[in-house]
T-cell receptor, first 112, second 109 residues
Framework: KAGVTQTPRYLIKTRGQQVTLSCSPI?????VSWYQQTPGQGLQFLFE???????NKGNFPGRFSGRQFSNSRSEMNVSTLELGDSALYLC???????????FGNGTRLTVT | GQNIDQPTEMTATEGAIVQINCTYQ??????LFWYQQHAGEAPTFLSY??LDGLEEKGRFSSFLSRSKGYSYLLLKELQMKDSASYLC??????????WGAGTKLIIKP
């Protein structure tokens, strides 16, 4: 089985712009989660989708949004980018919410 | 609030044994995961405990005590490649994962 695929791997954006990140989960996995990781903050939970429904949401501002499609692929969007949004964004999929997560290699976003 | 505590950093010697502790206070409990993350890479799944006791997988073992809100990851016969961050995560009553900040393990020759 192919692993979790995230695109793009690297992205450089300017403050005020918006960005869309994509995640293709492992085939058969219906749960997709998104995380932000920075050196000082560790893994911060953004949101989780299961069968196209947002099941849980972390403590991030409304500029961060996401969605999941019927084929379980997911996207997250960040609008009005700030310098502090520079981070590694990780997507993970699992068969169900309490099953082990399989992470993608992440998208490294740099905001200048 | 929900909280997971792990030591920030630990140092151990190649060939030795190290125990990484994780204590948690969460709204309910539906399991505890340990993940390993090498620098610059994504986390990978190591172990899952939902019942009290020890789970052994080769050089790695994980222990859980639900009554004490405590888990540990035991790494034996340490190798240089074990240098990584180790993340503890608890599944709460809403089946949401609560993550610890991770323990950076440094292995010295």
């Amino acid at each position: 089985k192919a692993g979790v695929t995230q695109t793009p791997r690297y992205l450089i954006k300017t403050r005020g712009q918006q960005v869309t990140l994509s995640c293709s989960p492992i085939s058969g996995h219906r749960s997709v989660s998104w995380y932000q990781q920075t050196p000082g903050q560790g893994l911060q939970f953004l949101f989780e989708y299961f069968s196209e429904t947002q099941r849980n949401k972390g403590n991030f501002p409304g500029r961060f949004s996401g969605r999941q499609f019927s084929n379980s692929r997911s996207e997250m969007n960040v609008s009005t980018l700030e310098l502090g949004d520079s981070a590694l964004y990780l997507c993970a999929s699992s068969e169900r919410p309490d099953a082990p997560l399989h992470f993608g290699n992440g998208t490294r976003l740099t905001v200048t | 609030g929900q909280n997971i505590d792990q030591p920030t950093e630990m140092t151990a010697t190649e060939g030795a044994i190290v125990q990484i502790n994780c204590t948690y206070q969460t709204s309910g409990f539906n399991g505890l995961f340990w993940y390993q993350q090498h620098a610059g890479e994504a986390p990978t799944f190591l172990s899952y405990n939902v019942l009290d006791g020890l789970e052994e997988k080769g050089r790695f073992s994980s222990f859980l005590s639900r009554s004490k809100g405590y888990s540990y990851l035991l790494l034996k016969e340490l190798q240089m490649k074990d240098s990584a961050s180790y993340l503890c995560a608890v599944v709460d009553s809403n089946y949401q994962l609560i993550w610890g900040a991770g323990t950076k393990l440094i292995i010295k020759p």
